[in-house]
Every structure is written in structure tokens, then in C-alpha cells.
């Protein structure tokens, strides 16, 4: 057999920009700000996470509110992650069709100081996050509300020397960073660990995510 490198445990993650952002997330961010305002009326009132000063989360039922940006984002989110499991799964256009999705999805609102520790979301196979505002970066503060991503090769690094210290991508230890840009929407494997770094802008970083679970119609 000829030589061959393979990234053989890889994490599949996709990426996508919702078309004519601008408009739709001007329209987010003032519907999310004003339920917000109304405090515990639109609150999660079990959070599974310790809530850190100055994060607000919402319930769990975002994409079921009828306004229509709300909508328009629902639209986009599922049909680029059907894309995405169509692709990883190699599902047929008639395996699509019966395809059943179940899933949770909230906003965040985070202000200075606010910050989402390390975790992952169990009972779902895939989670995502849109960015509706990314927010001020101060320029001492480059990692301010970065989306961080953790290797799950928890032991790739405990042993360095020159032969693997300088790994080229996908094969590099460490993190991934993800610096969010408004209409940006990041998909991702619900089991992989994540974090949001310490938000240090002096306005508002606002996202929407979503943990998904699957089914098939008659099986």
C-alpha cells in the first residue's frame, strides 16, 4: 500500500452566512432586547448552567415564536444543518424526507463581564450557534467573547518534543477558536466541549443556539 495521511478521528463542524443578515438581525436584536426587558416572563427558569453576572438566557422555545425574522432564522438554521447531516450521514433525498427533528433553542444576551463556562449538551447529536450581535472588541482584549472549542484528543499534548509540537491543522493540539461575525451561524457535534470566553465590549454580544435530536418517520 502507497503512503497516506488521514485524519482519522476528524469532528465534523460546518459554517454559513444567512443571506440580507443586516436587515434580519436589526430585527433580532430589537425583539431580543425587549424580551429581555420583560426579565423572568422570558427567562429559563431551570438553567442547566450556573448563570454568570451578566448573561441572560431565555426558555427553551425560541424558533416556536411566530414573528417572522424569528422565522427566517429557523429556516436557515435547519436547512443548512439538513445539509450538513445529509452530507455526514450520506442520507438519500428520500431518507431526508422522513428525517424528524426535535430540538431546544434559546438566546443569549451577554454584557462586560459575562462569560459561558466549559461544557457540552448531552441527550442531542447536534448544537449550533448564530450570531445576531458580535459585539465591541477592545483591542487589549483579542479573546473577548470568543466561541472556544476544545480538542477532544485530551491526551495528544502530554507528551511534546519537536516531533509533534508544531502540528499543522487537523492534527494540532489545543483549541479553536471561533471570533463571530453577525450572520454567522456555526454547527457542531453536541458532545464536543465549548465555552465562551469573558465579554469585555461595552455593548451587547447576542446569540441564538440550538441542541437538536433526531428521529425517522416510521421506524
Given at each position: 500500500?502507497a ?18 443578515a ?6 433580532l ?9 420583560e ?9 442547566s448552567?450556573?448563570q ?6 431565555s426558555?427553551?422555545?425560541?424558533f ?34 422522513r428525517?424528524q427533528?426535535f ?10 463581564g459575562?462569560f459561558?463556562?466549559?461544557h ?14 458580535a ?8 479573546e ?11 491526551y ?11 502540528l499543522r491543522a ?9 471570533r ?10 453536541s ?29
Amino acid at each position: 500500500m502507497a503512503y497516506e495521511l488521514s485524519p482519522m478521528f476528524a469532528v465534523p463542524f460546518a459554517q454559513d452566512v444567512l443571506p440580507d443578515a443586516v436587515a434580519i438581525n436589526a430585527q433580532l436584536k430589537a425583539l431580543l432586547l425587549a424580551r429581555e426587558s420583560e426579565g423572568a416572563r422570558y427567562a429559563n427558569p431551570n438553567p442547566s448552567l450556573k448563570q454568570q453576572a451578566g448573561v441572560f438566557e431565555s426558555d427553551f422555545n425560541l424558533f416556536s415564536w411566530p414573528e417572522a425574522c424569528v422565522q427566517q432564522l429557523r429556516q436557515f438554521a435547519w436547512a443548512t444543518l439538513g445539509r450538513t447531516i445529509q452530507d455526514v450521514n450520506e442520507y438519500s433525498a428520500e431518507e431526508m424526507q422522513r428525517l424528524q427533528i426535535f430540538s431546544h433553542t434559546w438566546f443569549h444576551v451577554t454584557r462586560h463581564g459575562g462569560f459561558t463556562i466549559l461544557h457540552t449538551h448531552p441527550m442531542a447529536s447536534w448544537s449550533g450557534v448564530y450570531c445576531v450581535a458580535a459585539g465591541e472588541t477592545p483591542e487589549d482584549r483579542p479573546e473577548s467573547g470568543v466561541l472556544r472549542f476544545h480538542n477532544p484528543h485530551h491526551y495528544s499534548n502530554l507528551f511534546l518534543d519537536a516531533g509533534n509540537q508544531r502540528l499543522r491543522a487537523p492534527y494540532h493540539h489545543g483549541t479553536w477558536n471561533i471570533r463571530f461575525q453577525p450572520g454567522q451561524l456555526v454547527l457542531f457535534p453536541s458532545w464536543l466541549q465549548h465555552e465562551v470566553m469573558p465579554f469585555y465590549g461595552s455593548d451587547e454580544r447576542i446569540t441564538v443556539a440550538f441542541n437538536c435530536w433526531f428521529g425517522m418517520k416510521d421506524a
